[in-house]
């Protein structure tokens, strides 16, 4: 799944999470060699004449994110006189992975950076990402009251390789003026994908130009992590247990006949260009029924004065299933020195005290129990309708793992679900050659 999201109680609009959400799937080495300026490098151990270590973050966050991230790097540089965060270098969230990749290649690189949970195995194969695994599991939050996407997302082969940063889940929105205009009930949870999917032709008409519901169309990571709680409810997998192949070979086919099923129907509006804002703002404009979102999205459903509605996403087994793409910090070593403030620095971000301060600034959902059972949070919900089901949605989802191999499968099968989507390709055929390509990367050795 960085221009600045929120929720309400913030003070900005949304852009963030739909341009956050958008994985390059550059492998490590691709990007140029040349040391880029302005990087923490190995060879300074960061240590100041005073004895202060300096901690070179990149954060990757604009608006209400960027103003949240500097507040709490300005308490953490108060309460602890030894380390002093630098939070001013880096770039965008979705340009870090070049900019990390090119970094390491040159052996100049910044001791923390925001780094995409669906980028993880990616950067982790580089020897300079530190292994957090002592830190976190001892750390001050009990590693088990994290919410196991959380902990999912930063664990590869056993390992610890990066601390959550922010949460999210997938829930439906849906507009309760057009449902009334339709004469339809509002969706309950349990509900399938194949009423999904009726409700979006019967919400649909064209002569006012409404759609039933909204898909990205682009082929991208946001065009494809939608899908993946149908393969997961329908028993597939992303990579095989042998990881030699794809596990969603035969569960694939029959989520993308759901999705050519809408496509037929013309009840879904199919955003044409990366980061799904013309989907977003035709929800906005009053012109979609329902539309498959984050909870980054209630600010500007709030602010747009649309009267909703938030339901868990539908499923085909009538149990409750759904996805949450968290992303990361990502600590790398620049020494010793370094490499100690810099797990000091992510520990106390992590906890409560931090994290609400950041869930609702920033529009986070809380990394643990504990932050959620917190006063401030529990208001949040109270004066947020809907965020509660995207909170409770917590408790059945899931991750894509944290595979080297992620980001070939993922463009492989965005093309897929964008060639049925536009009606150039059968489900059968799109998918047989998402598997090709997939597989062929699964195959080459990392």
């Not at 300026?37 to 960061?46: I, Q, V």
């Not at 919410?147 to 997938?170: F, H, I």
């Not at 917190?374 to 408790?395: H, I, N, S």
Request: proline content about 7%; charged content about 20%.
């Amino acid at each position: 799944m960085a221009a600045a999201h929120r929720i309400p109680g913030t003070s900005a609009g949304l852009s963030r999470r739909t341009a956050l959400r958008r994985g390059t799937g550059l492998a490590l080495g691709a990007a140029a060699t040349a040391a880029l300026p302005g990087c923490g490098t190995a060879a300074d151990d960061g240590v100041g004449a005073d004895g202060t270590v300096t901690v070179e973050l990149w954060h990757g966050q604009t608006g209400t994110g960027r103003k949240a991230i500097e507040a709490l790097t300005t308490e953490f540089n108060r309460t602890h006189p030894g380390i002093r965060v630098d939070s001013g270098g880096g770039v965008l969230a979705d340009a870090m992975l070049q900019k990390i990749t090119a970094a390491l290649a040159s052996g100049s690189f910044p001791d923390v950076a925001y780094v995409f949970g669906s980028d993880l195995a990616s950067v982790a194969r580089s020897p300079s990402v530190v292994d957090l695994t002592d830190t976190l599991r001892s750390g001050g939050v009990p590693w088990k009251d994290f919410w196991r996407p959380a902990r999912e997302a930063v664990t590869l082969n056993g390992q610890v390789r990066a601390a959550p940063a922010l949460l999210d889940s997938l829930a439906v929105i849906c507009s309760k003026k057009l449902f009334h205009d339709a004469g339809l009930p509002l969706p309950e949870p349990g509900w399938t994908w194949d009423e999904f999917v009726a409700t979006a032709r019967k919400l649909t008409d064209r002569a006012r130009g409404t759609f039933g519901t909204g898909w990205p169309g682009v082929g991208d990571e946001d065009t494809v992590w939608r899908l993946w709680p149908m393969v997961w409810d329908l028993g597939g997998e992303v990579v095989s247990e042998d990881g030699q192949h794809i596990g969603f070979a035969e569960t694939g086919v029959r989520a993308l006949e759901t999705v050519a099923s809408l496509a037929k129907d013309k009840s879904v509006y199919i955003d044409p260009k990366a980061g799904s804002e013309q989907m977003y703002q035709v929800f906005l404009s009053g012109r979609m029924g329902m539309v498959l979102t984050g909870p980054w999205q209630l600010p500007d459903v709030h602010q747009a004065k649309i009267d909703y509605h938030v339901v868990p996403l539908p499923s085909y087994s009538g149990k409750p299933l759904t996805i949450s793409g968290p992303d990361t910090w990502t600590v790398f070593d620049n020494g010793p020195a370094r490499v100690r403030a810099a797990r000091t620095f992510v520990t106390w971000l992590s906890q409560p005290a931090q994290d609400i301060h950041w869930d609702v600034q920033a529009g986070s959902l809380p990394l643990s129990r504990t932050t959620q059972a917190l006063p401030a949070w529990r208001k949040q919900e109270a004066d947020t309708d809907g965020l509660k089901v995207f909170t409770q949605a917590l408790d059945t989802a899931r991750v894509r793992p944290v595979h080297p191999a992620y980001p070939q499968i993922s463009q492989a099968l965005g093309q897929a679900i964008a060639a049925v989507l536009l009606g150039r390709s059968t489900p059968v055929k799109a998918l047989r050659t998402c598997a090709d390509e997939a597989n062929a990367a699964l195959l080459i050795p990392r």
